[in-house]
Structure formats: structure tokens, C-alpha cells
């Protein structure tokens, strides 16, 4: 059994009462309507067009940026993976760099060290050098010949090579008059 009732066809059955202009009216309304259907269905299928267009632009953009998001990603994480060295190298050498710095300031403290030290043993020698030439003066009366001199420094330098021979001149600071020139001629 259908869903629908049967409707017997019986000969008394009642005529459309319609007249001809009043079908043919209908019939041009039914028409016209379903020309309005057709344009509405052209622009439903030209707006899913676009749509499907739209979707597509969207889509490939969306597969655009998943792969940009995947390869920054990718660079991040080996970006990510090369820093950890760097870190452990920039570390290393900025524990180079203080144990340099460290190295050089105590490096620096003792030359400092030394050169106070020489500054003083050099003053003490420079003293004992004036004060012993001054005695030597006083008993050679004067008279210092350059090989005299070399020889004097010679021996109050012991620990240094002897020199024997001097090219150059000699000056000498004298806190008192030099005494005058003797002449090599006697009368």
C-alpha cells in the first residue's frame, strides 16, 4: 500500500472550471516562474563558482602558509640545535676571556712589581757607582783616561762581560769647577 490514495477516475469527475486565458495566463506565470528559477539557479551556480575559486585561492594560500609555519619550523628547531654549542663556546670563551684578563692583571702586578724593584737596585747602583767614582777621583787626581773608566765600570759591574774597547765619546757631571787642562809638554 502506497502512501497515496488512489483516486479512482470516475467520468462524473468535475471539470477544471478555467477558462482558456485564464490556463494560458498560468501557464505563462508557471513559466516566467520557472525562468526566474533558472536565472537564480545560473547565479547560485556562478556564486558557488566563485565560491569554489575563493575556496581554491584559500586553500592553496592555507597550503602556502602550512609550509612557510613547517620550514620556520624546521629552521627554528635547527636554529635551536646550533645554539646550544654556541652557547657552550660563547661560555668557554668568556671564561677564557677572564682567565686572560685575570692572567694579564697579574701579569701586569708583577711587572710593576719588577720595575718598582729595579727602579730601586737601579737608583742604589746609580748611588754606589757616583759615590765610588767620586772616591777613585779623589785618588787619581783627576785624571780618567775612557779606558780608566771602562775598566772602573768593568770591575764595579762584576756580574757583567768586561768591556775593553769604547767607541763613542764620554761626558761626565761634574758637582764641582773642572780642573784646568795640564799640558802634555814640560819646560
Known sequence: MGLFKRVECNEEAEQPSMSAAELEQMV?????EKLDLA??????????????ETLQEKTTKLRAAEEFARQSESE?????????????SKKQL???????????ATLEVRI??????????MAAYRRELVEEMQRQAVCA???????R????????????????????????????EPEPRRSAKKA
Not at 76 to 88: D, F, N
Not at 112 to 117: F, G, I, Q, R, V
Not at 149 to 176: I, K, M, Q, R
Open 141 to 147: 787626581s783627576g785624571g780618567w783616561s775612557k779606558a
Open 39 to 52: 536565472k537564480q539557479l545560473d547565479g547560485a551556480k556562478a556564486r558557488i563558482e566563485s565560491l569554489e
Open 149 to 176: 773608566v771602562l775598566g772602573f765600570l768593568g770591575g764595579f759591574l762584576p756580574e757583567t762581560e768586561e768591556v775593553t774597547s769604547y767607541d763613542g765619546s764620554f761626558v761626565a757631571e761634574c758637582d764641582s
Open 76 to 88: 627554528r628547531k635547527s636554529t635551536a640545535s646550533k645554539i646550544g654549542p654556541l652557547e657552550q
Open 112 to 121: 710593576e712589581e719588577l720595575e718598582n724593584a729595579s727602579r730601586g737596585r
Open 28 to 32: 505563462y506565470a508557471t513559466y516566467q
Open 94 to 104: 668568556q671564561t677564557n676571556l677572564k682567565q686572560e684578563k685575570a692572567r694579564a
